[in-house]
């Protein structure tokens, strides 16, 4: 069975940063596609980015490219996705998903889902 908790969101001003992380059970991290999806409020789900099994990082978002980075500690587990300087239009639902394979690509290949944890940035 494979699971997904999302963990570190948080209320956060505006220029602040956020750690989020993806703990993994059931599989091995560095085997699979592990991408970050977000949901804003009255939106649909959006892709923010993705590590490969190789380690290599995909932007999904122009919005979090020098912003956002994508990493893994394969002894934990987890993959974590930083945030720096966050914006209010950053506030969403931020999921962590696992693709059925090793790679980011294509988008319908994430089928199993964490539960997701909101991130909210006002001042």
């Known amino acids: 069975q494979f699971q997904l908790a999302e963990s570190g969101g948080g209320l956060v001003q505006p220029g602040g940063s956020l750690r989020l992380s993806c703990e993994a059970s059931?599989?091995?991290?560095?085997?699979?596609?592990i991408g970050w999806f977000r949901q804003p409020p009255g939106k649909e789900r959006e892709g923010v980015g993705c590590?490969?099994?190789?380690?290599?990082?995909?932007n999904f978002t122009a919005s979090g490219k020098g912003r956002f980075t994508i990493s893994r500690d394969s002894a934990k587990n987890t993959v974590y996705l930083q945030m720096n300087s966050l914006e209010p239009e950053d506030t969403a639902v931020y999921y962590c998903?696992?693709?059925?394979?090793?790679?980011?690509?294509?988008?319908?290949?994430?089928?199993?889902w964490g539960q997701g944890t909101q991130v909210t940035v006002s001042s």
């Open positions: 590590i490969d099994f190789r380690g290599k990082v995909t």
């Open positions: 998903t696992k693709s059925s394979h090793r790679f980011c690509f294509p988008h319908r290949d994430f089928q199993s």
């Open positions: 059931g599989f091995t991290v560095d085997r699979y596609g």
